[in-house]
């Protein structure tokens, strides 16, 4: 099971950083991606990261301000979001798949295990 959370209300320009936590003893096998849904848009992919936390993956719009990371240790996987804007409001959920590979990490269609959003809300 997945559980994300770390959602709520920022200002615009201000930081957030959600978690993800993992249940079983196998976190360390999966790829881990954060996507989100914004009100009446298709859900979207933000950032995606391999199991030994190497390589990652960026949407364009989040480049260089969104940064995902994983603890291995602590099931968890994190995405530190700054310089936060308002079209960044959206329900954001992480998913987990182990048999992705670098090519399909953003693929919404490639994970198998999804977690209830958390919604984040960046006023203007």
């Known amino acids: 099971q997945l559980q994300a959370s770390g959602g709520g209300l920022v200002q615009a320009g201000g930081s957030l950083r959600l978690s993800c936590a993992a249940s079983?003893?196998?976190?360390?096998?999966?790829?881990m991606g954060w996507f989100r849904q914004a009100p009446e848009k298709e859900r979207e992919f933000v950032a995606a990261i391999k199991q030994s936390g190497g390589t990652t993956r960026y949407a364009d719009s989040v480049k260089g301000r969104f940064t995902i990371s994983r603890d291995n240790a602590k099931n968890t996987v994190y995405l530190q979001m700054n310089s936060l804007k308002p079209e960044d409001t959206a329900i954001y959920y992480c998913a987990a798949d182990e048999r992705i590979i670098v090519s399909t990490m953003a693929v919404e269609d490639a994970y198998d295990y999804w977690g209830r959003g958390t919604l984040v809300t960046v006023s203007s």
């Open positions: 079983g003893r196998t976190f360390s096998r999966y790829v």
